[in-house]
């Protein structure tokens, strides 16, 4: 148990619905990421938060994709119309200076 | 734009064997991460090297880092079967690299 929790850990939608995830990171972490991976491919950043400042966000993704960190504690990832492409692990990873630890992912399918 | 490449892409050793898997960058960066994923798992911490000339070991892995040349090795000694996973490098604001997938046969 690395201490990053994340809910649901399996969510199956269909196509055109809206979903949304949650990540609790570690709480003495300022920074956290999001990332989006499909089988045998790494990671793929999505876009990542200092505190409660979104910093970056990935020009890959598309307006569906919102993410929030309301008072630099937990973060939400929603995606908005859910298509089958979208079918991938959602990972959040918990930063600090010196320490980073990955939630167990929340597996998404759309059928 | 960051680019992080690592080769081999796919490995399959014998156990007893050593190896070396590389990470290239494009760009400067001051923190190099390495991680393992086992499949159907999440991605666990293996180091973090945060300067030139950097070394950290655990166990049969040792990992290096090269600011100057852009380059970290993640060294295995004389892997034994625990070792078969995915491993990642990750630079700057943790931008991930393909993965090496390695296969250590008895």
């Known amino acids: 148990d690395t201490g990053v929790s994340q809910d649901p850990r399996h969510k199956i939608t269909k196509r055109g619905q809206n979903v949304t995830f949650r990540c609790d990171p570690i709480?003495?972490?300022?920074?956290l990421y999001w990332y989006r991976q499909t089988l045998g491919q790494g990671p793929e950043f999505l876009t990542y938060?200092?505190?409660?400042?979104?910093?970056?966000k990935s020009r890959l993704l598309s307006d569906r994709f919102s993410a929030e960190r309301p008072k630099g504690s937990f973060s939400t990832l929603e995606i908005q119309r859910t298509e089958q492409g979208d079918s991938a692990m959602y990972l959040c990873?918990?930063?600090?200076?010196?320490?980073?630890?990955f939630g167990p992912g929340t597996r998404l399918t759309v059928t | 734009e960051l680019k992080v490449e690592q080769n081999p892409l796919f490995l399959s050793m014998q156990e007893g064997k050593n190896y070396t898997i590389y990470c290239n960058y494009s760009?400067?960066?001051?923190?190099l991460y390495w991680y393992r994923q086992d499949p159907g798992k999440s991605l666990e911490s293996l180091f973090v090297?945060?300067?030139?000339?950097a070394v950290k070991q655990e166990g049969r892995l040792m990992a290096s880092l090269d600011t100057k040349a852009r380059l970290s090795t993640l060294h295995i000694t004389a892997a034994v079967h625990d070792l078969s996973a995915t491993y990642f490098c990750a630079v700057n604001d943790m931008r991930f690299g393909a993965g090496t997938r390695l296969t250590v046969k008895p």
């Open positions: 709480s003495e972490h300022n920074r």
């Open positions: 990873a918990s930063v600090s200076t010196h320490e980073q630890y």
């Open positions: 090297l945060l300067s030139n000339g």
């Open positions: 938060f200092q505190n409660e400042a979104q910093l970056e």
């Open positions: 760009t400067t960066s001051d923190r």
